[in-house]
């Protein structure tokens, strides 16, 4: 009996111990259908913006997301300027913050709204030119000839020979009950035969377009004041003074338009 013993206890001593299978993990405490155990454990959350994530309850939603009229979404009529158009995309930007799906039609509708507009100046501005050219092209010989007599120059160009001119008639205005307006006559129609001969690039070609200019505005002031209404004058301007002014119109247009 000894001796059985003792081999039983050698023989277990020798066995290798098993741990026995750990468990899976699951679910709050609860097993799979069927009784079978969750193999592993998955954890998916989704915080954006819009998509019922966190924070999506107070987020307004836009109620015109889907409509297809840009104009109608923003909330401004069809002939509304592009300063209103702004100021509604900026409302509704701010109103509607945080619900990225109502800030892409927001600004796709702007976007679009803004396109548009500039593409119907574009296209009017081209049918305009268009059509004065044809016009140009389909009117009489000495029609043609006479408008290539002028160009439009840049509008700096313009305005600083109107303020120039502007303050000549100014000034002889000013000093109409002193003296009369012969030095500032003199002073434009020396201005004008220097722009003259500036494109011209012909002194003796620029000084006889400048003197027929102030001849043919002195003459046509000479005709026209006297029509004039007397109640229309103030009673200190003279007819002197009225014809310098008529004058003064002529040499602008000679200087700024003629080539």
């Known amino acids: 009996m000894q001796a059985a013993a003792a081999f039983n206890r050698a023989a277990f001593t020798a066995r290798p111990l098993r741990r026995p299978p750990r468990p ?16 592993r454990a998955r954890c998916s959350a989704s915080l954006s ?18 409509a297809r009229d840009p104009y109608k979404l ?7 300027s592009e300063e209103e158009i702004r100021n509604a995309r900026n409302f509704l930007l701010q109103q509607y913050s945080g619900y990225e799906e109502s800030e892409e039609a927001i600004e796709g509708a702007y976007d679009k709204i803004i396109l548009e507009s500039y593409s119907h100046r574009k ?18 010989s000495w029609l043609k000839a006479l408008l290539g007599c002028f160009e439009v120059p840049s509008v ?21 009950a002193e003296t009369g307006p012969t030095f500032q006559l003199a002073l434009s129609l020396i201005s004008c035969i220097y722009f003259l001969n500036d494109k011209m690039k012909n002194l003796a070609r620029a ?23 007397a109640f229309i004058i103030p009673p ?22 003629l080539k």
């Not at 313009?158 to 109409?176: D, K, M, Y």
């Open 74 to 80: 923003l909330g401004v009529d069809h002939d509304a």
């Open 24 to 39: 899976l993990l699951q679910l709050g405490g609860a097993a799979g259908r069927g009784g079978a155990p969750l193999t």
């Open 156 to 176: 700096e160009i313009i305005l600083r020979r109107f303020a120039l001119f502007g303050f000549i008639a100014g000034w002889s205005i000013a000093t109409s």
């Open 123 to 140: 296209k009017t501005k081209f049918n305009l030119k268009s059509k004065l050219t044809k016009q140009v092209e389909e009117s009489p």
């Open 49 to 66: 913006v819009g998509a019922g994530g966190y924070g999506s309850e107070n987020v307004p939603v836009f109620p015109r997301n889907h």
């Open 207 to 229: 000084s006889t377009t400048g003197l027929g200019v102030f001849v043919s505005g002195w003459i046509v002031g000479s005709l026209l004041v006297p029509v004039i209404p």
């Open 236 to 257: 200190t301007w003279s007819l002197e003074l009225l014809t310098s002014l008529t004058a003064y119109v002529f040499l602008f247009l000679g200087c700024t338009f």
